[in-house]
């Protein structure tokens, strides 16, 4: 039974067997039929390579001889071609002498020059070939002639056309450029961004110095050959134009605007205007008005203009220099110019520093404060010479400029420092006013300061300044470190001031205590009211104004006080009431006759003295003579209604009873007309 079982599971996997087997004979029999083919194939494919293989060998039989012939016939082709271009350059070499001399012929111009060098290049190689090949060849001297004769009319014509664009500007052009600096300032334009200005070289003519120059530096190596006649020409040019005829007057009108307030430097009376004589040297020293001379030389311009000139012409070197030749060579030239073209501006600020050393030494300060405004001119063109300088890279003409500048801040700082001495050691009695009115040092005094302050900023400079360092230049502080710094020294120069004059009230020469407080009122009345002028009050620090001025309110207080104790003192002491009996004995009425007559002795005294004493501020006038009736008259009038009719003198009334309250009032307010 299980055999059965076995029999009946093993058939159907027997069928599956069979007919997988002949599946696979099928695809046997199929492969060997394809394999079969392929064969068959194979061999066509190798007997038509083997015929192929035969052929080619025949082909390769047949081409190798024209090959060999085609090898021979280029390389005689190439041999061919070599010897004609030799031979062909050879023969350019032969006439190039005659060439040259067609084309030398020439004149030299803008329109032929290229074609002058092309065929100087030319001849150069003709002579390197014949002194390489034929050194005995009769061309070889001839062509070494012909270019020695054209590279010197090329040389030649460089100086002569440089010479006929190097005439002295013309004194309206200069102007022009000054002109123009003077907007870019005002624009506040950075120095690098000013464009360079305009020159009188033309474009062609400069085409021509340009292509020259090239030719000599770069194919020549005549740099230094360059450099030199240039330097040469031009130094000719600037040496005319520093000379005295040249620098004859500009217009200067536009120059009016640098100075505020010109002939006149405070308000309300309180300073006078300036003589003429002081104010032309003022103006001339600055270059505004007719005396445009410094030190009294005819030829010599001020410092301020020949700083724009000097500018102006500097700039204008530097833009026609650099229209033809490299940056390298106009460095090169610019720097050997600069001094000279500087020439000018440092004469003028040599004579100027003497001119101003001559007036600190004569004490004569207030002429040397036009220094102030040409320092402000100096910042302010300063920025714009150093960018011409600094393309010279050259750090020593640098420093040189610097140090110009930094002797004219020392020099400023010298005239402060000068000044604040002279106020401090002013002799004790020098000029003191008989009459008590304000001293000639306290007005100058206080004109100096008013001036000085219409220049802020270089007077806060100088007194900021230490020793200068070349290669820095000035030390500008900002505009309210300036006005901070210049407000300090005001007001200790006034603590001098105030000293000295306190000093001087002392003087033996003011005999009368009522002249010496007269003379302190005076003076302390005239600073306080010049510092509440405008120009102090919106210049000045308000901290330090504010403060100087309460010392100065205090001061005149004070000093009113003194005034009113010195003059009236002894006179209220003749108008003490006294307890009288009904009716008054004799030693009573002769009591009130020494009364009275003291009061008409000192009355009279005090009077004489003021009939000799000044005050020039009517508003200080009013307040004296208002302080004089509030002190005396009232007292005078209880005084004389108590005792005037009492009968004190019988015999001579007149004599004790000479002036009355009304009158008292009307002396006293008399007594400063």
């Known amino acids: 039974m299980s055999s059965n079982l076995r029999d009946r599971e093993i058939g159907p996997l027997c069928d599956q067997l069979k007919q997988k087997l002949l599946l696979d004979e099928k695809k046997l029999k199929f492969f060997n039929e394809q394999v079969s083919k392929t064969s068959t194939t194979l061999k066509k494919m190798d007997g038509v390579l083997s015929d192929f293989l035969l052929r080619l060998d025949h082909l390769r ?20 071609n070599s010897a004609m271009d030799k031979l062909g350059q050879m023969s350019s070499f032969y006439e190039c002498s005659s060439a040259a001399n067609s084309i030398f012929g020439t004149t030299l111009s803008l329109d032929t020059v290229n074609d002058h060098l092309d065929m100087l290049t030319r001849v150069n190689g003709a002579i390197e070939y014949f002194y390489n090949n034929n050194p005995n060849n009769p ?6 002639a012909l270019r020695q004769e054209e590279e010197n009319k090329l040389v030649n014509l460089y100086s002569e056309r440089l010479e006929e664009c190097s005439k002295p500007l013309e004194l309206d052009f200069v102007g022009e450029i000054v002109e123009e600096q003077r907007a870019f300032i005002a624009d506040g334009m950075e120095s690098y ?9 033309e474009e062609n003519k400069a085409t021509l110095l340009k292509t020259i120059c090239e030719w000599m530096i770069i194919k020549k190596n005549m740099k230094t050959e360059c450099v030199n006649a240039t330097t040469r020409i031009r130094k000719q040019n600037i040496e005319v134009m520093n000379g005295g005829i040249y620098f004859s007057r500009m217009h200067h009108s536009r120059h009016t605007t640098q100075v505020q307030g010109k002939g006149r430097v405070q308000k309300k009376g309180m300073l ?28 010599a311009l001020s410092p301020m203009m020949t700083m724009d000139r000097s500018l102006a012409i500097l700039r204008h070197e530097y833009a026609f220099l650099k229209k033809f030749l490299p940056r390298r060579e106009s460095a090169a030239v610019l720097a050997k110019l600069v001094e000279l073209i500087l020439e000018p501006l440092t004469r003028s600020l040599l004579t100027l520093q003497s001119t101003i050393k001559k007036n600190i030494e004569d004490k004569h300060h207030y002429t040397a404060l036009p220094l102030f405004s040409i320092l402000n001119r100096a910042h302010d063109l300063a920025p714009h010479f150093l960018n011409v300088i600094n393309m010279c890279e050259n750090n020593t003409l640098r420093q040189h400029f610097n140090m110009k500048l930094l002797s004219l801040a020392n020099l400023g700082k010298n005239l402060l420092n000068d000044f604040h001495e002279s106020i401090s050691m002013d002799p004790q009695q020098n000029k003191l006013p008989e009459d008590g009115t ?21 007077g806060g400079c100088v007194l900021q300044q230490e020793v200068g360092r070349p290669s820095t230049g000035l030390t500008w502080q900002s505009h309210d470190v300036a006005t901070a710094s210049l407000s300090h020294w005001i007001s200790t120069a006034v603590t001098a001031l105030l000293n000295n004059l306190e000093l001087k009230s002392k003087c033996s020469l003011f005999q009368e205590k009522i002249t010496q407080s007269v003379f302190l009122l005076n003076n302390y009345n005239y600073i306080k009211d010049s510092f509440e002028d405008e120009l102090f009050t919106k210049t000045m620090k308000g901290s330090e ?5 309460q ?35 004799k030693r009573e009425r002769e009591l009130i006759k020494a009364s009275y007559s003291k009061f008409n002795e000192e009355f009279n005294r005090v009077m004489a003295v003021h009939d000799n004493i000044s005050i020039p501020s009517s508003a200080l006038r009013q307040r004296v003579c208002d302080a004089n009736v509030s002190v005396i008259v009232n007292k005078f009038k209880e005084f004389d209604e108590t005792y005037k009719h009492t009968g004190f003198s019988q015999k001579n009334p007149h004599k004790y009873l000479k002036y009355d309250h009304v009158k008292v009032e009307m002396m006293i307010k008399s007594a400063f007309l």
């Not at 039989?61 to 005689?76: A, E, G, K, Y």
């Not at 961004?193 to 305009?198: A, D, I, L, R, Y």
């Not at 304000?438 to 270089?458: N, P, R, Y």
């Open 139 to 144: 061309e070889l001297h001839k062509l070494t």
């Open 545 to 549: 104004l504010e403060k100087l001025k």
């Open 193 to 201: 961004k000013v464009p360079p200005c305009e020159t009188q070289l």
């Open 61 to 80: 039989t047949s081409v190798d001889p024209i090959h060999n012939d085609t090898f021979l016939m280029t390389r005689t082709q190439v041999n061919v």
């Open 438 to 458: 304000v001293h000639e040092m306290t007005s100058s005094s206080l004109k100096f300061f008013a001036e000085l302050l219409q220049h802020v900023d270089s």
């Open 551 to 585: 010392e100065l309110q205090g001061l005149v207080d004070a000093a009113m006080e003194a005034y009113l104790d010195v003059t009236w003192v002894d006179v209220e002491t003749a108008l003490v009431l006294l307890n009288v009996s009904e009716p008054m004995t």
């Open 272 to 299: 006078r205007r300036l003589s003429t004589r002081r104010q032309n040297h003022f103006d001339g020293m600055l270059g505004l008005g007719d005396g445009d001379v410094v030190g009294g030389d005819s030829h």
